[in-house]
Each structure stands twice: as structure tokens, then as C-alpha cells.
């Protein structure tokens, strides 16, 4: 059976902080992920995609991905209330999501 | 342009009643996919349709199934719905399988 698992938190941040969003996956196999953010009641929408180990940077997100050790993290530095949401990790060969992280950033 | 939407927003059935989600996209994709959401469960595929004219299993099919009517529709039919089948069900659309995908607004079935 395949695994995509994240902490469901909830992680709460101060305002201005550095939120560390972490995924492990189980099948060796997998080659490149997605993150995806959902607010409460919304659909998910995408924020950062990678395949490369090492860190992926986009504006305040930076993905990190290391293949060896099977996980992979989400960033978001000077974080903003206006990112407390539910983090999605996936894995893109199988389309397999994890249970998602809820994220609060307290002003 | 709307992007992914879906029909109904909300829906109730009985047990054993039957109905048809609808969803359809206009950004040309040729993906398409049904996907559940449940509370502490993330979201688990539930069938996709890789381009027009096919369609396959993902995770979760028992109960379901579903028609690429064309290549911008792609409708997910309960023949006898269950209590477990309550949930939040997303449409997406993607360019080509695995890639980037973009979700529809959902729709929030109970089975009483």
C-alpha cells in the first residue's frame, strides 16, 4: 500500500514566523510532487510543484525534496494570517494526496 | 472563462437513491478526474479519464461509476447510494495526466 502521510496538525505560527509543513512518502518510486493549498470550504489549488532533490524557491514558499530519506517540506517564511489553510502534499506518478496539514498563523 | 465547475453544489439523497455529479472545463484540458474528500482523509481518486474516450480506476471506484461524454465533460453516476459515500466530491481537469490540476468548487453530498 501506498503512503502519502503528513502531520494533521493543527500548526500554529505567530505572524512573521517560518511554518514548516513536512510529507512522507513510502513508495521509493516516486519522482516529483505537487503542494497544494486548500482554505476551509474551498477547492485546492496548486503553489508549488518539484522533482529535483533540493530546495525549489517561489517568492515566500520553498519546497524541499530529498529522495534518500523519502520526504519532502513545504516553507513559507514571513508568514501572513492569509496563510492558514490546509497544505496538501501529492504525489504526482499515482495522483495520491496526503491527509493534508492545517495551518494557523496567529496576528 | 469559468475554468472547472460543478453541478450540484449540495445534495441529499436517501440510501439507494441514484444521481449524477456533472463537471465540465473549458481550459482545453484533456484530463480529467473525480476525486472524494473526507475529513482526516485528504483527497483519494476515485476514477480519471486520461484523455477523451477513456477512463480508469483510481483508489476508490466501488460504487461509482463514470462517462467522458466529450472532452470537456465528465460526469461521476452512484447507482445506489450509501451512507459511506457522504463526502465532498471534487472535479479536476489537467493538461495531460500527472500533471498540474485544477479543482472545480466541489460538491457536498449526504446519504441519509
Known amino acids: 500500500q501506498k503512503e502519502v502521510e503528513q502531520n494533521s496538525g493543527p500548526l500554529s505560527v505567530p505572524e512573521g514566523a517560518i511554518a514548516s509543513l513536512n510529507c512522507t512518502y513510502s513508495?521509493?518510486?516516486?519522482?516529483?510532487f505537487f503542494w497544494y493549498r486548500q482554505y476551509s470550504g474551498k477547492s485546492p489549488e496548486l503553489i508549488m510543484f518539484i522533482y529535483s532533490n533540493g530546495d525549489k524557491e517561489d517568492g515566500r514558499f520553498t519546497a524541499q525534496l530529498n529522495k534518500a530519506s523519502q520526504y519532502v517540506s513545504l516553507l513559507i517564511r514571513d508568514s501572513q494570517p492569509s496563510d492558514s489553510a490546509t497544505y496538501l502534499c501529492a504525489v504526482r506518478n499515482d495522483m495520491r494526496f496526503g491527509a493534508g496539514t492545517r495551518l494557523t498563523v496567529k496576528p | 472563462n469559468a475554468g472547472v465547475t460543478q453541478t450540484p453544489k449540495f445534495q441529499v439523497l436517501k440510501t439507494g437513491q441514484s444521481m449524477t455529479l456533472q463537471c465540465a472545463q473549458d481550459m482545453n484540458h484533456n484530463s480529467m478526474y473525480w476525486y472524494r474528500q473526507d475529513p482526516g482523509m485528504g483527497l483519494r481518486l476515485i476514477y480519471y479519464s486520461a484523455s477523451e474516450g477513456t477512463t480508469d480506476k483510481g483508489e476508490v471506484p466501488n460504487g461509482y461509476n463514470v462517462s467522458r461524454l466529450n472532452k470537456r465533460e465528465f460526469s461521476l453516476r452512484l447507482e445506489s447510494a450509501a451512507p459511506s459515500q457522504t463526502s465532498v466530491y471534487f472535479c479536476?481537469?489537467?493538461?495531460?495526466?500527472?500533471?498540474?490540476?485544477?479543482f472545480g468548487p466541489g460538491t457536498r453530498l449526504t446519504v441519509l
Open positions: 479536476a481537469s489537467g493538461l495531460a495526466t500527472y500533471n498540474e490540476q485544477f
Open positions: 513508495d521509493r518510486g516516486s519522482q516529483s
